[in-house]
């Protein structure tokens, strides 16, 4: 936004006023979030394909664009875009025709906030950690409708599921972040980054042993956050045929498979700049910074993609009893360790 | 309203109108010929059997319940959060957490009582 801001005034001198500076920059950041959220989701479905197939000891998609099929999520896009739009004779239409735009706003409003490099933030909020929690609960609304609206089956058990599944990872999830804010005593994406200055051992999840379980169960929690596998029971292909989005086509489909990559990078790009320093390199001073922050979000992507293909899908009640008989009381406990450290140690860095 | 909301509702309008595009754009591309068969709610080939009425298990509502109070925790959880390094930097920091522990030690002694009862069981 400061970048954006910054280039804008440079352009236009004293032409625009500070609100048209505003909303000038917010509205080139927004259009750069939807890009580099487009194409990230894109990206990352190939790399999806590849890494399942490399595990499988398959090679995944080879045939369009030459070079191991780095293409074929375009053709992908292309294909879903002249697909037909079914609206079921049954369908709660209002309700169905929304819940897309639920979940894929909100999953773009909660990129608002994400710091990619100093300065460059769409939305420099004070409560930028809050308001992430916040949006991201979108998400579930979206798939209660979705689920509701399709009247089907297979739908409201997936969105049943989806849902409960949603609201007591968050629990854990937002839990797992109170001991970082009780370090840096900010909610400011930007504050919380710049705490973590000066190499790899200031970075949160080193800063002591809670801190460092906590990004465990943050970790833990936002792969069952997004709905991803060992935590896909909202969409068990085997017994849900797909869960919340059954019966969605074309576009409307899209959408949801668009949300869900999106998000996956998000939950990574937060774990990336609450517990893993941000854009801060490893060691020495800061350089490229949009560049490293990339760099350690893929790498959790990957991380993601790699528990996937690799753990067996979890039962309902084991979902449950790891949620709520470990990891909120463990969060709990982090949160009252973090503080007894930073009293004994007396010192708030 | 701040000027931080700007950038924001700029999102907003963003994400709306893309999506909005984007399903104009499939709408103009791809084909409609809607058919009875096609616009059958889909249950694995065969004709749906019963309504969508369907039973839920009562664990669901509980979880619902549990989350509620547990978020209403968190949110409280937080503003603390914030004020406690400056808390440190006063020397209050054991008086903060007495205090927060106290508030969490209500919660606990709900959440033992929920697990004990068997509330958090799956069965």
Redesign the interface.
């Given at each position: 936004m400061q970048v954006m801001t910054d280039l804008f005034a440079r352009i236009f001198g004293d032409g625009l006023s500070s609100l048209g500076l505003l909303v000038a920059g917010g509205l080139t950041m927004a259009l750069i979030m939807a890009l580099v959220m487009a194409s990230c989701a894109i990206v990352f479905t190939w790399a999806e394909r590849k890494v399942a197939g490399f595990i499988q000891s398959r090679y995944g998609p080879m045939r369009v664009g030459r070079w191991h099929g780095v293409l074929q999520p375009v053709a992908d896009m292309v294909k879903i875009l002249g697909k037909e739009d079914i609206v079921p004779r049954d369908a709660d239409k209002p309700l169905f025709m929304l819940a897309p735009f639920v979940i894929f706003v909100g999953s773009l409003m909660a990129w608002a906030a994400i710091p990619f490099a100093p300065g460059f933030i769409a939305a420099d909020l004070d409560l930028g950690l809050f308001y992430i929690f916040a949006v991201s609960s979108a998400a579930t609304i979206g798939i209660l409708m979705a689920g509701w609206a399709s009247n089907n089956k297979w739908s409201l058990y997936g969105a049943a599921r989806g849902a409960a599944q949603a609201v007591s990872y968050e629990i854990p999830l937002a839990l797992a972040c109170i001991p970082v804010v009780m370090i840096t005593g900010s909610l400011n994406m930007n504050d919380i980054v710049i705490a973590q200055q000066g190499g790899i051992w200031r970075w949160h999840f080193l800063h002591d042993p809670f801190l460092f379980v906590a990004f465990l169960l943050y970790f833990v929690a936002s792969i069952a956050e997004v709905n991803r596998g060992p935590f896909d029971l909202p969409e068990t292909e085997s017994e849900l045929v797909a869960g919340y989005h059954t019966e969605y086509t074309g576009m409307r489909f899209a959408f949801f498979f668009l949300a869900e990559y999106a998000n996956l990078f998000l939950v990574s790009c937060v774990a990336t700049a609450v517990f893993l320093g941000g854009w801060q390199p490893l060691f020495g001073p800061v350089f490229l910074p949009g560049l490293v922050f990339v760099i350690k979000a893929v790498l959790l992507v990957l991380l993601q993609m790699w528990l996937r293909w690799t753990l067996p899908r979890l039962r309902v009640d084991q979902l449950m009893h790891v949620c709520w008989k470990v990891m909120v009381p463990l969060a709990l406990v982090c949160v009252l360790g973090a503080g007894i450290w930073m009293l004994a140690t007396g010192q708030a860095g | 309203m701040s000027?931080?909301a700007?950038?924001?509702?700029?999102?907003?309008?963003?994400?709306?109108l893309?999506?909005l595009l984007?399903?104009g754009?499939?709408?103009w591309?791809?084909?409609?010929?809607?058919n009875?068969l096609?616009?059958?709610?889909?249950?694995?080939g065969v004709p749906?059997r019963s309504t969508?009425q369907?039973r839920?298990f009562v664990?669901?509502f509980l979880?619902?319940l549990?989350?509620l109070l547990?978020?209403l925790e968190?949110v409280f959880?937080?503003p603390w959060?914030?004020?406690?390094?400056?808390m440190?930097?006063e020397g209050r920091?054991?008086f903060?957490?007495g205090e927060?522990?106290a508030f969490?030690a209500v919660l606990?002694v709900g959440?033992v009582y929920v697990?004990k009862k068997g509330g958090?069981?799956?069965?």
């Open positions: - | 000027a931080q700007i950038p924001i509702l700029m999102v907003v309008g963003t994400a709306a893309l999506s984007f399903l754009l499939s709408g591309l791809g084909p409609y010929r809607p009875s096609k616009s059958t709610t889909y249950e694995c749906a969508v369907i839920f664990r669901f979880v619902a549990l989350f547990f978020d968190t959880l937080y959060a914030i004020l406690f390094r400056s440190v930097a920091a054991a903060a957490l927060m522990g969490v606990v959440f697990w958090l069981e799956w069965q």
